[in-house]
C-alpha cells in the first residue's frame, strides 16, 4: 500500500493548511507546484476569499518531514520521498 505525503503550507495570516499531495513512486522530487496549488484552493474553500502569501511549506510522512521550504527563498530541495511500505 502507498502513503502519500502531507503538504503544509502556513500562509502569511497564520492559517495553516494540510492535505495528502498524490506523490508518483516513480519520480523522486515532491511536486511542490502541486502542493501550493492545493492549498491555495483549500484557503479559497475554507475562507471565501483569495490566499495570501504563503510563507513557509513542507512535506511530511508519518510524522517525519521531506522537504521543507520558506517562500521567500528560490532554493527548494526536495530529498527523495521515502514514503511507501
Known sequence: MAHSPAFIATFNDDTQTRMTVWHDPEHKALNLDRGI?????????????????????????????LARTRMWSRRYRARPARCWS
Not at 479559497?44 to 495570501?52: H, V
Open 37 to 65: 496549488r492545493l492549498a491555495q484552493h483549500a484557503y479559497r474553500s475554507r475562507k471565501g476569499q483569495e490566499p495570501p502569501l504563503i510563507v513557509a511549506a513542507h512535506f511530511e510522512c508519518d510524522g517525519e518531514i
